[in-house]
Protein backbone atom coordinates (compact mmCIF):
# COMPACT_ATOMS: atom_id res chain seq x y z
CA UNK A 1 0.00 0.00 0.00
CA UNK A 2 1.54 3.05 -1.07
CA UNK A 3 2.22 5.49 2.08
CA UNK A 4 3.22 9.16 2.40
CA UNK A 5 6.80 9.75 3.29
CA UNK A 6 7.74 12.47 5.81
CA UNK A 7 11.43 12.74 7.35
CA UNK A 8 13.05 13.59 9.68
CA UNK A 9 10.57 11.64 12.18
CA UNK A 10 11.78 13.79 15.17
CA UNK A 11 13.60 16.96 14.79
CA UNK A 12 15.68 18.96 18.55
CA UNK A 13 16.62 22.54 17.49
CA UNK A 14 17.58 25.49 19.54
CA UNK A 15 15.49 28.74 18.88
CA UNK A 16 16.70 30.68 16.05
CA UNK A 17 17.65 27.64 14.35
CA UNK A 18 15.89 26.77 10.76
CA UNK A 19 14.92 23.61 10.30
CA UNK A 20 12.89 21.42 7.07
CA UNK A 21 11.05 19.16 6.92
CA UNK A 22 10.50 16.58 3.81
CA UNK A 23 7.22 14.83 2.34
CA UNK A 24 7.23 13.00 -0.08
CA UNK A 25 3.46 12.51 -1.16
CA UNK A 26 1.69 8.95 -2.78
CA UNK A 27 2.81 8.74 -6.27
CA UNK A 28 -0.36 10.42 -8.56
CA UNK A 29 -1.66 12.98 -5.75
CA UNK A 30 -1.76 16.04 -6.72
CA UNK A 31 -2.80 17.48 -3.66
CA UNK A 32 -0.60 18.00 -1.12
CA UNK A 33 -1.24 19.52 2.62
CA UNK A 34 1.18 20.63 5.19
CA UNK A 35 -0.34 20.45 9.12
CA UNK A 36 0.63 21.70 12.25
CA UNK A 37 -0.74 19.92 14.91
CA UNK A 38 -0.17 21.15 19.14
CA UNK A 39 -1.14 18.23 21.41
CA UNK A 40 -4.56 18.21 22.32
CA UNK A 41 -5.35 20.07 19.40
CA UNK A 42 -6.93 18.97 15.80
CA UNK A 43 -4.51 19.32 12.94
CA UNK A 44 -4.27 23.08 11.30
CA UNK A 45 -3.99 23.42 7.72
CA UNK A 46 -0.47 25.63 6.96
CA UNK A 47 -0.21 25.22 3.48
CA UNK A 48 -2.21 23.53 0.48
CA UNK A 49 -0.59 22.90 -2.66
CA UNK A 50 -2.18 21.74 -6.25
CA UNK A 51 0.80 20.36 -8.41
CA UNK A 52 3.18 23.05 -7.68
CA UNK A 53 1.08 25.88 -6.69
CA UNK A 54 -0.12 27.31 -3.64
CA UNK A 55 -3.77 27.27 -3.27
CA UNK A 56 -3.98 28.43 0.24
CA UNK A 57 -0.99 29.39 2.46
CA UNK A 58 -3.53 31.61 4.62
CA UNK A 59 -2.82 30.06 8.43
CA UNK A 60 1.20 30.15 7.37
CA UNK A 61 3.04 32.03 9.38
CA UNK A 62 4.64 33.77 6.21
CA UNK A 63 7.67 35.86 8.43
CA UNK A 64 9.51 32.93 9.49
CA UNK A 65 7.43 29.51 7.48
CA UNK A 66 8.28 28.91 3.70
CA UNK A 67 7.11 26.02 1.48
CA UNK A 68 7.43 24.70 -2.08
CA UNK A 69 6.57 21.82 -4.11
CA UNK A 70 8.98 22.87 -7.19
CA UNK A 71 8.03 19.95 -9.62
CA UNK A 72 4.56 19.39 -8.14
CA UNK A 73 6.29 16.38 -6.54
CA UNK A 74 7.68 16.45 -3.01
CA UNK A 75 7.43 19.20 -0.99
CA UNK A 76 9.97 21.13 2.03
CA UNK A 77 8.38 23.34 4.56
CA UNK A 78 10.85 25.35 6.40
CA UNK A 79 10.84 27.35 9.44
CA UNK A 80 13.70 30.35 10.15
CA UNK A 81 14.04 31.32 13.15
CA UNK A 82 12.74 28.68 14.49
CA UNK A 83 10.55 29.67 17.98
CA UNK A 84 9.89 28.01 21.25
CA UNK A 85 6.14 28.10 20.11
CA UNK A 86 6.64 26.07 16.89
CA UNK A 87 7.48 22.81 19.20
CA UNK A 88 3.94 20.34 17.83
CA UNK A 89 3.84 17.55 15.23
CA UNK A 90 4.39 18.55 11.57
CA UNK A 91 2.20 16.56 9.25
CA UNK A 92 2.07 16.13 5.81
CA UNK A 93 -0.70 14.43 3.52
CA UNK A 94 -1.48 14.09 0.14
CA UNK A 95 -4.79 13.38 -2.12
CA UNK A 96 -5.56 12.64 -5.52
CA UNK A 97 -7.97 14.71 -7.94
CA UNK A 98 -11.18 13.35 -8.95
CA UNK A 99 -14.40 12.90 -6.68
CA UNK A 100 -12.01 11.19 -3.82
CA UNK A 101 -10.05 14.13 -3.92
CA UNK A 102 -10.77 15.18 -0.25
CA UNK A 103 -9.60 11.90 0.75
CA UNK A 104 -6.31 12.85 2.70
CA UNK A 105 -3.45 10.18 3.73
CA UNK A 106 -1.18 11.67 6.01
CA UNK A 107 2.52 10.57 6.86
CA UNK A 108 3.76 10.35 10.05
CA UNK A 109 4.54 12.92 11.00
CA UNK A 110 7.55 14.94 11.99
CA UNK A 111 7.86 15.91 15.49
CA UNK A 112 9.31 19.23 16.56
CA UNK A 113 10.67 19.88 19.77
CA UNK A 114 12.30 23.95 19.84
CA UNK A 115 14.70 24.62 22.82
CA UNK B 1 -18.30 30.41 16.62
CA UNK B 2 -15.65 27.94 15.41
CA UNK B 3 -15.49 27.00 11.99
CA UNK B 4 -16.00 23.18 13.06
CA UNK B 5 -16.61 22.02 16.54
CA UNK B 6 -16.67 19.14 18.20
CA UNK B 7 -16.84 17.62 22.19
CA UNK B 8 -13.77 17.12 23.16
CA UNK B 9 -15.16 14.82 26.01
CA UNK B 10 -13.25 12.23 27.13
CA UNK B 11 -16.27 9.92 26.70
CA UNK B 12 -15.30 6.72 28.42
CA UNK B 13 -17.98 3.59 27.24
CA UNK B 14 -17.97 0.21 28.26
CA UNK B 15 -17.06 -2.16 25.65
CA UNK B 16 -20.19 -3.42 23.73
CA UNK B 17 -21.76 0.20 24.12
CA UNK B 18 -22.90 2.36 21.31
CA UNK B 19 -21.81 5.54 21.55
CA UNK B 20 -22.66 8.66 19.26
CA UNK B 21 -20.18 11.74 18.32
CA UNK B 22 -21.92 14.81 16.80
CA UNK B 23 -19.25 17.83 15.06
CA UNK B 24 -21.39 21.07 13.98
CA UNK B 25 -19.66 23.31 11.27
CA UNK B 26 -20.43 27.00 10.25
CA UNK B 27 -20.03 27.85 6.74
CA UNK B 28 -23.24 26.42 5.17
CA UNK B 29 -21.61 25.94 1.54
CA UNK B 30 -18.94 23.20 3.02
CA UNK B 31 -19.28 20.08 0.80
CA UNK B 32 -17.59 17.49 1.51
CA UNK B 33 -16.78 15.75 5.12
CA UNK B 34 -14.75 12.93 6.78
CA UNK B 35 -14.25 11.02 9.76
CA UNK B 36 -10.84 10.58 10.52
CA UNK B 37 -9.11 8.51 13.74
CA UNK B 38 -5.81 9.20 15.19
CA UNK B 39 -4.33 7.20 18.20
CA UNK B 40 -2.12 8.42 20.59
CA UNK B 41 1.17 10.62 19.04
CA UNK B 42 -0.17 9.04 15.81
CA UNK B 43 -1.13 10.45 12.58
CA UNK B 44 -4.53 10.65 11.25
CA UNK B 45 -6.20 7.68 9.32
CA UNK B 46 -9.31 8.37 7.19
CA UNK B 47 -11.92 6.51 9.01
CA UNK B 48 -15.04 7.58 6.49
CA UNK B 49 -16.17 9.84 4.57
CA UNK B 50 -19.52 11.29 4.97
CA UNK B 51 -22.22 11.16 2.46
CA UNK B 52 -25.85 13.35 2.00
CA UNK B 53 -27.47 10.18 1.96
CA UNK B 54 -25.40 8.63 5.50
CA UNK B 55 -22.97 5.70 5.11
CA UNK B 56 -22.19 2.68 7.36
CA UNK B 57 -18.63 0.29 7.25
CA UNK B 58 -19.16 -2.34 10.05
CA UNK B 59 -19.95 -1.22 12.81
CA UNK B 60 -19.65 2.34 12.24
CA UNK B 61 -22.17 4.74 10.67
CA UNK B 62 -21.79 8.24 9.56
CA UNK B 63 -24.57 10.76 8.47
CA UNK B 64 -25.15 14.47 7.33
CA UNK B 65 -27.61 16.91 8.41
CA UNK B 66 -26.92 19.51 6.05
CA UNK B 67 -30.28 21.44 7.20
CA UNK B 68 -28.75 21.29 10.92
CA UNK B 69 -25.19 21.58 10.05
CA UNK B 70 -23.72 18.79 11.70
CA UNK B 71 -22.43 15.73 10.84
CA UNK B 72 -22.18 12.26 13.11
CA UNK B 73 -20.46 9.10 14.08
CA UNK B 74 -22.42 6.38 15.75
CA UNK B 75 -20.04 3.06 16.71
CA UNK B 76 -21.72 0.62 17.60
CA UNK B 77 -20.54 -2.37 20.15
CA UNK B 78 -17.48 -0.80 20.95
CA UNK B 79 -14.24 -2.76 21.29
CA UNK B 80 -11.17 -1.68 23.26
CA UNK B 81 -9.70 -0.94 20.02
CA UNK B 82 -11.91 1.76 19.06
CA UNK B 83 -10.31 3.99 22.01
CA UNK B 84 -8.86 6.67 19.89
CA UNK B 85 -9.68 10.45 18.98
CA UNK B 86 -12.42 11.08 16.12
CA UNK B 87 -11.38 13.96 14.54
CA UNK B 88 -14.34 15.48 11.62
CA UNK B 89 -13.07 17.56 8.93
CA UNK B 90 -14.87 19.66 6.73
CA UNK B 91 -14.44 20.85 3.46
CA UNK B 92 -15.71 23.91 1.36
CA UNK B 93 -16.01 23.92 -2.10
CA UNK B 94 -13.33 23.56 -4.88
CA UNK B 95 -10.04 24.68 -3.07
CA UNK B 96 -11.36 26.64 0.01
CA UNK B 97 -10.00 25.94 3.68
CA UNK B 98 -10.15 21.84 5.27
CA UNK B 99 -10.88 22.66 8.34
CA UNK B 100 -10.63 19.77 11.83
CA UNK B 101 -12.11 19.78 14.32
CA UNK B 102 -10.38 19.56 17.73
CA UNK B 103 -11.23 15.92 18.33
CA UNK B 104 -13.54 13.73 20.46
CA UNK B 105 -11.67 11.65 22.44
CA UNK B 106 -13.17 7.91 23.32
CA UNK B 107 -11.89 5.69 25.58
CA UNK B 108 -13.71 1.88 25.85
CA UNK B 109 -13.08 0.36 29.13
CA UNK B 110 -13.37 -3.50 29.81
Known amino acids: EAEVAQSPRYKITEKSQAVAFWCDPI?????LYWYRQILGQGPELLVQFQDESVVDDSQLPKDRFSAERLKGVDSTLKIQPAELGDSAMYLCASSKQGSEAYEQYFGPGTRLTVT | RKEVEQDPGPFNVPEGATVAFNCTYS??????FFWYRQDCRKEPKLLMS???SGNEDGRFTAQLNRASQYISLLIRDSKLSDSATYLC???????????FGIGTKLQVIP
Open chain 2, 89 to 99: VVNGRGYQKVT
Open chain 1, 27 to 31: SGHAT
Open chain 2, 27 to 32: NSASQS
Open chain 2, 50 to 52: VYS
